[in-house]
């Protein structure tokens, strides 16, 4: 059974750093494509940022790019978001999601990070960034 279970998010006033934790259990953790969401209240599911666990591929949302880093530890089977010079626009719920795959899609360079092109996901960390 495909576990994802977030951490890390908080309250942190505009500027500040936080980082996320997502801990990967079920299935081939070297072999997926993962990546991070978030959703505002009202707005539409968002991809932040996307990697491949198996290689060192990396996609990043315009909005987040210079702030946030995504990064993964294979031996601890844990994808991490470091977020950097939060803003306010950055409040929401974040998603982890995982999709089993020998390398993330490469129409995310294109069409950017999608919602449809995983099929796991966690419950969520709330972030909440004050002005």
């Known amino acids: 059974q495909v576990q994802l279970v977030e951490s890390g998010g908080g309250s942190v006033q505009a500027g500040g750093s936080l980082r996320l934790s997502c801990a990967a259990s079920?299935?081939?953790?070297?072999?997926?494509?993962m990546g991070w969401f978030r959703q505002a209240p009202g707005k539409e599911r968002e991809g932040v940022a996307a990697?491949?666990?198996?290689?060192?591929?990396?996609y990043y949302a315009d909005s987040v790019k210079g702030r946030f880093t995504i990064s993964q530890d294979n031996a601890k089977r844990t994808l991490y978001l470091q977020m950097n010079s939060l803003k306010p626009e950055d409040t929401a719920m974040y998603y982890c999601?995982?999709?089993?795959?020998?390398?993330?899609?490469?129409?995310?360079?294109?069409?950017?990070?999608?919602?449809?092109?995983?099929?796991?996901w966690g419950q969520g960390t709330q972030v909440t960034v004050s002005s």
């Open positions: 999601a995982a999709q089993a795959a020998l390398n993330c899609p490469s129409a995310m360079v294109v069409a950017g990070i999608r919602p449809g092109q995983f099929g796991y």
């Open positions: 079920g299935y081939t953790y070297s072999r997926a494509c």
């Open positions: 990697t491949y666990t198996g290689g060192v591929s990396t």
